[in-house]
């Protein structure tokens, strides 16, 4: 790992095939204060984290701050709004040590590897709620299961609009979710977003599908074995 972060850090463009890189991740956040970079997400109410491969961390090898944050699924106007309140990107690169420990904590984003994390991370949700709309959701789209675009809309405006579907808002139903209820947890809570195609595969704002994608638990960096925070300073074209 100490090979990867020089050669990031230096803005070296590649590292030699004989660097093995396996069993390492990485992970991009953002935050205002330090003690928004304590944990894999910067919220605490997010008990799920993506991460991406050491195929993924290669590839980052090389390109501007911005082109990264693109290249992971982000829109320049999206980095622009972070950065226009106050916050700042890093790279978190670490390891969960042995490559057991790796397969066990870390999921490849496909629909059933999804369903499988969310009984684990949601135990209090009734698991039968997965079983029921599992087919709908994996062959179903973003905008077939919302036609009115409001999961989009009450996504983008956060935790201010009542109607962002929050852990509490979501738990306090008192009947069933409906289907776009679900869809919108998955993708305020989890980060399922309406790109999200479910083959493992981030894809760009422009359509271009890009690297594998996992997930794992959320959690404190200081229960990882090996860890780095690397600064991420994105350069945004005016509007």
Request: a negative charge; one cysteine or more.
């Given at each position: 790992?100490?090979?990867?972060?020089?050669?990031?850090?230096?803005?070296?463009?590649?590292?030699?095939?004989?660097?093995?890189?396996?069993?390492?991740?990485?992970?991009?956040?953002?935050?205002?204060?330090?003690?928004?970079?304590?944990?894999?997400?910067?919220?605490?109410?997010?008990?799920?984290?993506?991460?991406?491969?050491?195929d993924?961390?290669?590839?980052?090898?090389?390109?501007?701050?911005?082109?990264?944050l693109?290249?992971?699924?982000?829109?320049?106007?999206?980095?622009?709004?972070?950065?226009?309140?106050?916050?700042k990107?890093?790279?978190?690169?670490?390891?969960?040590?042995?490559?057991?420990?790796?397969?066990?904590?870390?999921?490849?984003?496909?629909?059933?590897?999804?369903?499988?994390?969310?009984?684990?991370?949601?135990?209090?949700?009734?698991?039968?709620?997965w079983?029921?709309?599992?087919?709908?959701?994996?062959?179903?789209?973003?905008?077939?299961?919302?036609?009115?675009?409001?999961?989009?809309?009450?996504?983008?405006?956060?935790?201010?609009?009542?109607?962002?579907?929050?852990?509490?808002?979501?738990?306090?139903?008192?009947?069933?979710?409906?289907?776009?209820?679900?869809?919108?947890?998955?993708?305020?809570?989890?980060?399922?977003?309406?790109?999200?195609?479910?083959?493992?595969?981030?894809?760009?704002?422009?359509?271009?599908?890009?690297?594998?994608?996992?997930?794992t638990?959320?959690?404190?960096?200081?229960?990882?074995?090996?860890?780095?925070?690397?600064?991420?300073?994105?350069?945004?074209?005016?509007?």
């Open positions: 790992m100490d090979q990867y972060i020089r050669a990031f850090q230096s803005g070296a463009k590649t590292l030699p095939e004989s660097f093995d890189l396996s069993g390492i991740y990485g992970r991009i956040t953002k935050g205002k204060k330090d003690s928004d970079f304590d944990c894999l997400s910067e919220d605490s109410n997010k008990r799920l984290s993506w991460l991406v491969d050491h993924t961390l290669r590839g980052f090898l090389g390109k501007s701050h911005l082109e990264l693109i290249s992971s699924g982000h829109s320049i106007e999206y980095v622009r709004h972070q950065l226009n309140s106050g916050k990107f890093k790279l978190i690169v670490f390891s969960f040590g042995s490559s057991e420990k790796n397969n066990d904590e870390v999921k490849l984003a496909t629909w059933d590897n999804i369903f499988e994390l969310m009984l684990r991370a949601y135990p209090e949700i009734d698991p039968t709620i079983e029921s709309y599992k087919n709908d959701l994996k062959s179903l789209t973003y905008e077939e299961i919302d036609p009115t675009g409001n999961n989009l809309k009450n996504y983008y405006l956060g935790k201010g609009s009542e109607n962002f579907m929050s852990n509490e808002r979501f738990f306090a139903l008192k009947r069933r979710p409906t289907l776009s209820e679900v869809r919108a947890f998955l993708h305020h809570q989890v980060g399922l977003n309406e790109l999200f195609k479910g083959d493992g595969r981030t894809v760009q704002h422009d359509g271009v599908v890009t690297d594998n994608e996992y997930l638990k959320n959690r404190q960096l200081n229960e990882l074995p090996q860890c780095v925070l690397l600064d991420l300073n994105p350069i945004v074209p005016n509007s």
